[in-house]
């Protein structure tokens, strides 16, 4: 028997008690303050949070982005600290713990612990358990024109409160896994700058010229064969594989998003890469697989004896430094490409440039192998024990 279920047994042997959410909170919206006041933005110091806090800085929250001054405030109420936001429109189930006296747009709701509440509850544990509540709103949203959570029912969610005891010992494994993770992401983004490093410094002109047998610099459209993708064969075409459908359709999206569905037509049957000519401007994927692209995607087959992993690496560098127009439509096109100088080095040093760089590649990215899958697997073990130990015996 492990210290919970001791103290489970010991300080509530009957079951956990569970409250309605609006016995426990003031559940309030935040709102936007009038844009076109200065007053109420410049030099504020107030946070107002918004979901590109949680995207930026986490789930427990300090500071915003943005501030609010007190002249916002509509009858100079602010949020008291260590209140949970949780999004109840548009992104719905995100959340956080703010940590500080704040507001936060109309996308969130506030949980605030009522003043007369004489519950005792670490509010860290009801952050924890709002990742169930989070998913309970994804499930329970109204969606007839704008989404949004169900208000009435979100208000008679209920919550188990076992005591405190129990709360802080399940706040402080949970806070370990999160820890765990938390390192690991951080061991991840340095590797990531790591390889970003070194693949520049590997693909840089000084390199090659002094340690890399020279190279010659040459044109895209010497090198490899471009290509735009065509329109989707909409009479060759299943949006899932199947044993005739099983050639990927590949569109201008990054990573799994590029793939549009699959068909039987072979367009691509070489070592190519491709790079997105619209949205996702200049976002560069290897294929090593026969592929069917459409539009908004170029592909570059080699016509030379040119390493097409080099080029996708040397592709890579180039990802966010294309002269794009901003007058009309921001787009990639064959001619723009066709004229793009790259280095080209001998054929071994290609080749040994590649090897050290699908290391670090799949060290980084690989959700097979590497930090990647650590990070997975870290996930999967946290949300296993998160909900068993967020779950409850209700009292009868």
Request: aromatic content about 12%; proline content about 5%.
């Amino acid at each position: 028997m492990n210290k919970i279920e001791k103290l489970l047994k010991e300080l509530c042997p009957n079951g956990v008690e569970f409250k309605k959410l609006d016995e426990i909170f003031d559940i309030k919206n935040g709102y936007t303050p009038s844009k076109a006041n200065k007053d109420f933005w410049n030099d504020g110091t107030i946070p107002w949070f918004r979901m590109d806090d949680i995207r930026t800085n986490g789930r427990i929250l300090s500071d915003s982005l943005q501030h609010i001054t007190k002249q916002a405030l509509k009858g100079g109420k602010i949020f008291p600290k260590n209140s949970i936001i949780i999004s109840t429109t548009a992104t719905i189930g995100e959340h956080a713990l703010v940590v500080v006296e704040s507001m936060a747009n109309q996308q969130f709701t506030y949980l605030s612990k009522k003043a007369n509440c004489d519950l005792s509850i670490d509010m860290k544990f009801i952050y924890y358990y709002c990742f169930i509540l989070g998913e309970w709103c994804r499930q329970n949203t109204n969606i007839s024109g704008f989404a949004s959570v169900d208000m009435k029912s979100f208000k008679k969610f209920q919550i188990p409160i076992p005591p405190l005891e129990v709360q802080e010992e399940i706040v402080k494994i949970l806070d370990t896994f999160t820890k765990l993770e938390a390192e690991l992401e951080a061991e991840l983004e340095a590797r990531r700058r790591q390889y970003e490093y070194y693949r520049n410094k590997l693909l840089s002109f000084e390199y090659l010229d002094k340690n890399g047998g020279g190279y010659e610099l040459k044109m895209l459209g010497e090198v490899c064969e471009i290509i735009a993708g065509g329109d989707v064969p909409k009479d060759n075409f299943s949006e899932i594989r199947t044993e005739n459908f099983n050639i990927p359709i590949l569109s201008n999206g990054v990573n799994e998003k590029s793939l549009y569905g699959y068909t039987n037509l072979p367009k691509i049957t070489k070592p190519s890469i491709t790079i997105s000519a619209r949205g996702t401007i200049g976002w560069v994927n290897f294929c090593d697989y026969t592929f069917f692209p459409i539009v908004r995607l170029l592909v570059l087959t080699p016509k030379i004896a040119v390493n097409t992993k080099f080029l996708y690496y040397v592709m890579k560098t180039k990802e966010n430094n294309y002269n794009i127009e901003t007058s009309g439509i921001p787009q990639l096109t064959k001619p723009m490409i066709e004229k793009i100088q790259i280095q080209i080095p001998p054929f071994a040093t290609q080749e040994k440039i590649v090897s050290i760089l699908d290391k670090f590649h799949t060290l980084t990215t690989d959700l097979q192998s590497g930090i990647p899958a650590e990070i997975k697997a870290r996930k999967k073990q946290y949300e296993y024990y998160r909900n068993k130990l967020l779950t409850f015996k209700e009292a009868i």
